[in-house]
């Protein structure tokens, strides 16, 4: 079974400073990955995901994730941290069709001015 | 990007009774629909899958009686959960996937907080 965790329950940066916000999945198979963001009283939207493409994977909003299967890793960095992207921010793998999804806990990014 | 709508974005309700929740595809047709909950502080959690015309698929754990869903239409699903209790309370999120060129992602509702009490 896929399992996803993330590393930080919260992270708190300036603004203007890079985000890093850690994943480390499990499964027993190629996975598919993603990152979804969640705003308050919002839906979820996906910033990006990985599908056995390039390892390097560019989202919206300046956002990108690196899949690193020796590390069993898809980290999801940003160079300069915005005020809007105070968010909430969910690392998922998904099953072998691609659709139903295996969620993180969740991280809560927090950016200073 | 497609647009899924959840109604409503929370309830109150007493003990006992039952509460539906919306989940509409607005500017796309969803042959599948997931229902999620998740806890304060913990994750989603996946509940039931739904096609279109056919019954839901439940996760273990989840009983099917007391979470009704219909997906009566490509456009709509419905969770229902019946003789609620406080336990139940919760925030409860639908997912819909499309035909063709909408089926590589899953687009969200908002989600439905629900308490009971």
């Known amino acids: 079974a896929q399992s996803v965790t993330q590393l930080d329950s919260h992270v708190s940066v300036s603004e203007g400073t890079p985000v890093l916000l850690r994943c480390n999945y499990s499964s027993s198979y190629s996975p598919s990955l993603f990152w979804y963001v969640q705003h308050p009283n919002k839906g979820l939207q996906l910033l990006l995901k990985y599908t056995s493409a390039a390892t390097l994977v560019k989202g919206i909003n300046g956002f990108e994730a690196e899949f690193k299967k020796s590390e069993t890793s898809f980290h999801l960095t940003k160079p300069s941290a915005h005020m809007s992207d105070a968010a909430e921010y969910f690392c998922?793998?998904?099953?072998?069709?691609?659709?139903?999804?295996?969620f993180g806990a969740g991280t809560i990014l927090r950016v200073k001015s | 990007g497609a647009v899924v709508s959840q109604h409503p974005s929370w309830v109150i309700c007493k003990s006992g009774t039952s509460v539906k929740i919306e989940c509409r595809s607005l500017d796309f047709q969803a042959t599948t629909m997931f229902w999620y909950r998740q806890f304060p502080k913990q994750s989603l959690m996946l509940m039931a899958t739904?096609?279109?015309?056919?019954?839901?698929?439940?996760e273990q754990g989840v009983e099917k009686d007391k979470f009704l869903i219909n997906h009566a239409s490509l456009t709509l699903s419905t969770l229902t959960v019946t003789s609620a209790h406080p336990e139940d309370s919760s925030f409860y999120i639908c997912?819909?996937?499309?035909?063709?060129?909408?089926?590589?992602?899953?687009?969200f509702g908002q989600g439905t907080r629900l308490t009971v009490v």
């Open positions: 997912s819909a996937v499309g035909t063709g060129t909408m089926n590589t992602e899953a687009f």
């Open positions: 739904s096609n279109e015309g056919s019954k839901a698929t439940y």
């Open positions: 998922v793998v998904s099953d072998l069709n691609g659709n139903k999804l295996v």
